[in-house]
């Protein structure tokens, strides 16, 4: 008996642990981040990446609901990189190697999507979002790498976001 209750005794806060959380991609960063969108018209910037660095392209969909556009936020490595807000674009640049890029809804963390690629000095990546609509089919956003012909030519038709953190 007296064994029976020291391994109660010592079992007892193993079983009172709380469950651990399943793991989240490491890629999108916080969900508090809520970004403010500018599109700026006639601007389709043609740059190339800084000196030891590749550039990534974030572009947003035309397919999507025009009156329901949600602000699509990235991250990348676990940090919010900025936003876009319905056909639409913008790029910045990252150190080679390999990253973890997310890109999900602003308000709803649960609709998010992930993607990983190896970047190397003087490459270009283009990563094209799809949102799709609730009426027919499930909320959800479709997320990957574009070929980069497909890539230049929606940043050739989409508008370029300007995006800052609102306080």
């Given at each position: 008996?007296?064994?029976?209750?020291?391994?109660?005794?010592?079992?007892?806060?193993?079983?009172?642990?709380?469950?651990t959380?399943?793991?989240?991609?490491?890629?999108?960063?916080?969900?508090?981040?809520?970004?403010e969108?500018?599109?700026?018209?006639?601007?389709?910037?043609?740059?190339?990446?800084?000196?030891?660095?590749?550039?990534?392209?974030?572009?947003?969909?035309?397919?999507?609901d025009?009156?329901r556009?949600?602000?699509?936020?990235?991250?990348?490595?676990?940090?919010?990189?900025?936003?876009?807000?319905?056909?639409?674009?913008?790029?910045?640049?990252?150190?080679?190697?390999?990253?973890?890029?997310?890109?999900?809804?602003?308000?709803?963390?649960?609709?998010?999507?992930?993607?990983?690629?190896?970047?190397?000095?003087?490459?270009?990546?283009?990563?094209?979002?799809?949102?799709?609509?609730?009426?027919y089919?499930?909320?959800?956003?479709?997320?990957?790498?574009?070929?980069?012909?497909?890539?230049?030519?929606?940043?050739?038709?989409?508008?370029l976001s300007?995006?800052?953190?609102?306080?």
């Open positions: 008996m007296k064994i029976a209750i020291v391994l109660f005794l010592l079992a007892s806060p193993a079983l009172a642990q709380k469950p959380d399943p793991p989240v991609a490491p890629a999108c960063g916080t969900d508090d981040a809520n970004f969108v500018t599109k700026v018209k006639d601007q389709h910037p043609v740059t190339q990446p800084e000196a030891e660095k590749a550039l990534v392209y974030f572009e947003d969909d035309r397919e999507y025009p009156t556009k949600p602000t699509m936020l990235a991250g990348l490595d676990g940090r919010r990189v900025g936003a876009t807000h319905g056909n639409s674009y913008f790029y910045f640049s990252v150190a080679p190697g390999e990253h973890h890029f997310c890109a999900s809804w602003q308000g709803k963390s649960q609709t998010r999507a992930v993607a990983h690629f190896t970047a190397e000095t003087g490459k270009v990546y283009y990563f094209g979002v799809k949102n799709r609509a609730g009426t089919q499930a909320y959800g956003i479709e997320f990957g790498p574009l070929d980069s012909d497909q890539g230049l030519l929606l940043g050739s038709t989409f508008l300007t995006f800052q953190l609102k306080r």
